[in-house]
């Protein structure tokens, strides 16, 4: 931008969200969005609920063999939805 004063748009509603502390929730709620690309339908349609608490997302299944399998590739979850979001917003997945 030529002026100093100015900014994008997307900077402006950037620093709304961070002044009024909201940025934590819309990250949180794409996060949550996240989770069908990220695991895929199949995955998806058998996830019954998800909320994130404490950089922890909590992860309820309607299969337990399909919770056991998920246990195993934890990591690798946790790598593509902090990715997909752009930071760390989760450090661990509790499957329930």
């Not at 004063?5 to 934590?24: P, R, W």
């Not at 950089?55 to 195993?72: G, I, M, N, P």
């Amino acid at each position: 931008m030529n002026n100093k004063n100015e900014m994008s748009l997307g900077e402006a509603i950037e620093a709304v969200l961070k002044q009024y502390g909201l940025q934590d929730k819309v990250d949180g709620a794409r996060l949550i969005q996240a989770w069908e690309p990220v695991v895929g339908q199949m995955i998806a349609s058998h996830t019954t609920d998800l909320y994130l608490k404490n950089k922890t997302l909590f992860v309820y299944l309607d299969s337990d063999a399909l919770r056991h399998e998920l246990s195993f590739a934890k990591s690798l979850i946790i790598s593509k939805l902090n990715a997909e979001v752009g930071k760390e917003m989760i450090d661990n997945i509790v499957f329930s």
